[in-house]
Nanobody
Framework: QVQLVESGGGLVQAGGSLRLSCTAS????????MAWFRQVPGMEREFVAV????????IYADSAKGRFTISRDVNQNTVYLNLNSLKSQDTAVYYC?????????????????WGQGTQVTVSS
């Protein structure tokens, strides 16, 4: 089993920045990739970004390109999501996810482990 704990969410004004962190514990050698998704109440969970655990591959949602950056620190078993130029439509609960089978996928159902989520609220 792998446990994921997110942190770093909060309230920020439009145009501001936040840095989300997700630290994995447990059977971390089994992780092939980690990703961020976000969800607004009443909407489906939306892919944001994914990084292979080797760090050589990333994918971003169109809404994230140019504003968000995903990175990882293998020594700390931590993945980060830097959120810049935030907009009110970025307001959501952001979830970290880990996959044992895929090095990069945007499909939420293919992730094996999920964190509890961290709220990001962007005020306009």
């Amino acid at each position: 089993q792998v446990q994921l704990v997110e942190s770093g969410g909060g309230l920020v004004q439009a145009g501001g920045s936040l840095r989300l962190s997700c630290t994995a514990s447990g059977r971390t050698p089994s992780i092939l990739s980690m990703a961020w998704f976000r969800q607004v109440p009443g909407m489906e969970r939306e892919f944001v970004a994914v990084i292979s655990w080797s760090g050589d591959s990333t994918i971003y949602a169109d809404s994230a390109k140019g504003r968000f950056t995903i990175s990882r620190d293998v020594n700390q078993n931590t993945v980060y999501l830097n959120l810049n130029s935030l907009k009110s439509q970025d307001t959501a609960v952001y979830y970290c996810a880990a996959s044992r089978q895929y090095t990069r996928t945007m499909i939420s159902s293919l992730y094996d482990y999920w964190g509890q989520g961290t709220q990001v609220t962007v005020s306009s």
